[in-house]
Nanobody, 116 residues
Framework: QVQLVESGGGLVQPGGSLRLSCAASGSFFSAYTMSWFRQAPGKQREFVAHMDRFGSTNYADSVKGRFTIDRDNAKNTVYLQMNSLKPEDTAAYYC??????????WGQGTQVIVSS
């Protein structure tokens, strides 16, 4: 069983930056593909970024060049550095850890609000 706890959300002005963290409990963190998703009010949850166990990354087109995913396996933590934030980035951000269909875990989310 893995538990994921996100932190780092908050209110930021357009053009600003935030760094989200997702701390994982449990074993074999380094084997998991770690992802970030987000869900804006009234919209479906959407993919933001992921990093597999080899360090390969993938990003949604909407965040390429602005967001960076990283992980520290020694700390069982994955990060999402968000720069040049836009109002349309406002959403609840969720961390996901995936190893297999039987080992697929989500955090509770952290809210990001981009507003002046």
């Amino acid at each position: 069983q893995v538990q994921l706890v996100e932190s780092g959300g908050g209110l930021v002005q357009p053009g600003g930056s935030l760094r989200l963290s997702c701390a994982a409990s449990g074993s074999f963190f380094s084997a998991y593909t770690m992802s970030w998703f987000r869900q804006a009010p009234g919209k479906q949850r959407e993919f933001v970024a992921h990093m597999d166990r080899f360090g390969s990354t993938n990003y949604a087109d909407s965040v390429k060049g602005r967001f960076t995913i990283d992980r520290d396996n020694a700390k069982n933590t994955v990060y999402l550095q968000m720069n040049s934030l836009k109002p349309e980035d406002t959403a609840a951000y969720y961390c996901r850890g995936y190893l297999s269909s039987a080992n697929d875990y989500w955090g509770q989310g952290t809210q990001v609000i981009v507003s002046s």
